[in-house]
């Protein structure tokens, strides 16, 4: 079992729904992150928290540090925003910033 | 385009070849990573530089040998590799400060491999 786990691993939405996907890890942590993969590899980072919520544009991170469990909203959604969109957490101390990430959500959104 | 680079963006090998992959950042970071991507796994942490000095090795083969001359570059040596060797490798650079509390890790585009 991943110490980081995601879902669902597949998501088809219209264009327009609010999407919601989940990560849960079983690790102590000082932040959680919030990546985003297009076809072709990139990867962007969209979020870092380690408390409460964060806002940018029509996406929306909450994370709840007791129960170890993080949502990424997408609001107004929109065929650009197919990608995969991964979750990964930072633990705490030591001489590295070493990430542990999940299996990713693909998201599809058609027009 | 997030200020890290990646040379070749795709490779094809063979098991026999020797070939080198380059990542250049240019943020002015003090730490640099080489990740794995494999098909449905999650990324897998191979190598870290801080300050240059390599402090992570996470059980790679020694059939990838990675070099770090200087904070703003990075190379990972392929020699001899295997058909599972085949990924997207990425890399990644971040500024860490002593304490214990870590940063954003800013990731390069990628080098697709594959190994014949």
């Known amino acids: 079992k991943n110490e980081v786990e995601q879902s669902p691993q597949n998501l088809t939405a219209q264009e327009g729904e609010f999407i919601t996907i989940n990560c849960s890890y079983s690790?102590?942590?000082?932040?959680l992150h919030w990546l985003q993969q297009h076809p072709g590899g990139g990867i962007v980072s969209l979020f870092m928290l380690s408390s409460g919520k964060k806002k940018h544009g029509r996406l929306i991170a909450t994370i709840n540090i007791q129960e170890k469990h993080s949502s990424l909203h997408i609001t107004a959604s929109h065929p650009r925003d197919s990608a995969v969109y991964i979750c990964?957490?930072?633990?705490?101390?030591?001489?590295?910033?070493?990430?542990?990430f999940g299996t990713g959500t693909l998201l599809a959104v058609q027009p | 385009e997030t200020g890290v680079t990646q040379t070749p963006r795709h490779l094809v090998m063979g098991m026999t070849n020797k070939k080198s992959l380059k990542c250049e950042q240019h943020l002015g970071h003090n730490a640099m990573y080489w990740y794995k991507q494999s098909a449905k796994k999650p990324l897998e942490l191979m190598f870290v530089y801080n300050f240059k000095e390599q402090t992570e090795n996470n059980s790679v083969p020694s059939r990838f040998s990675p070099e770090c001359p200087n904070s703003s570059h990075l190379f990972l040596h392929l020699h001899t590799l295997q058909p599972e060797d085949s990924a997207l490798y990425l890399c990644a650079s971040s500024q860490e400060h002593t304490g214990g509390r870590h940063n954003e890790q800013f990731f390069g585009p990628g080098t697709r491999l594959t190994v014949l």
């Open positions: 990964a957490v930072s633990s705490y101390g030591g001489a590295t910033n070493k990430l542990i």
């Open positions: 690790v102590g942590i000082s932040a």
